[in-house]
């Protein structure tokens, strides 16, 4: 008998990419609209593969309460700037953007923004599949 297979992240997949290089970050983002996939977010994931990824939008504030992995998050401007990161941020923590104004979260696998060089100001985008 073979386990069953973990459940998709949700929403729509899409394309992260830095502007500045064009640099594809993640080849498979998925969006979380919904409240409740918003609720959801990666609690029940146990790894994400290389170039997955999850994005929130309206999300200033997250907990890794319950999660089985570390995970890198970003908060973003409305118009796609990294204003704040949150890097390899281990299970039962709380992260919040702590610049004011509106936010949307970014969330992928531990240890890939010190692969990308995410910085402060840099600008990204979602490419809709």
Same mark, same amino acid.
């Not at 146990?46 to 309460?65: C, D, K, N, S, Y």
């Given at each position: 008998?073979?386990?069953? %297979? &973990?459940? !998709?992240?949700?929403?729509?997949?899409?394309?992260?990419?830095?502007?500045?290089?064009? %640099?594809?970050?993640?080849?498979?983002?998925?969006?979380?609209?919904? &409240?409740?996939?918003?609720?959801?977010?990666?609690?029940?994931?146990?790894?994400?593969?290389?170039?997955?990824? %999850?994005?929130?939008?309206?999300?200033?504030?997250? *907990?890794?309460?319950?999660?089985?992995?570390?995970?890198?998050?970003?908060? %973003?401007?409305?118009?796609?700037?990294?204003?704040? +990161? *949150?890097?390899?941020?281990?299970?039962?923590?709380?992260?919040?953007?702590?610049?004011?104004? !509106?936010?949307?979260?970014?969330?992928?696998?531990?240890?890939?923004?010190?692969?990308?060089? +995410?910085?402060?100001?840099?600008?990204?985008? =979602? =490419?809709?599949?």
């Amino acid at each position: 008998m073979t386990a069953p %297979l &973990p459940a !998709p992240l949700p929403g729509t997949p899409g394309t992260l990419r830095r502007t500045r290089d064009r %640099l594809v970050l993640l080849s498979r983002l998925r969006r979380a609209s919904s &409240p409740r996939e918003q609720r959801l977010g990666l609690l029940g994931v146990a790894a994400l593969a290389p170039g997955e990824g %999850l994005f929130l939008p309206g999300v200033r504030m997250i *907990h890794t309460f319950f999660m089985k992995m570390a995970i890198d998050v970003a908060f %973003l401007s409305p118009d796609g700037t990294v204003r704040d +990161l *949150h890097p390899r941020l281990p299970p039962w923590r709380i992260a919040f953007c702590r610049q004011p104004g !509106p936010a949307n979260t970014l969330e992928t696998a531990a240890g890939a923004f010190q692969s990308w060089n +995410l910085q402060l100001g840099d600008q990204l985008e =979602i =490419i809709q599949a």
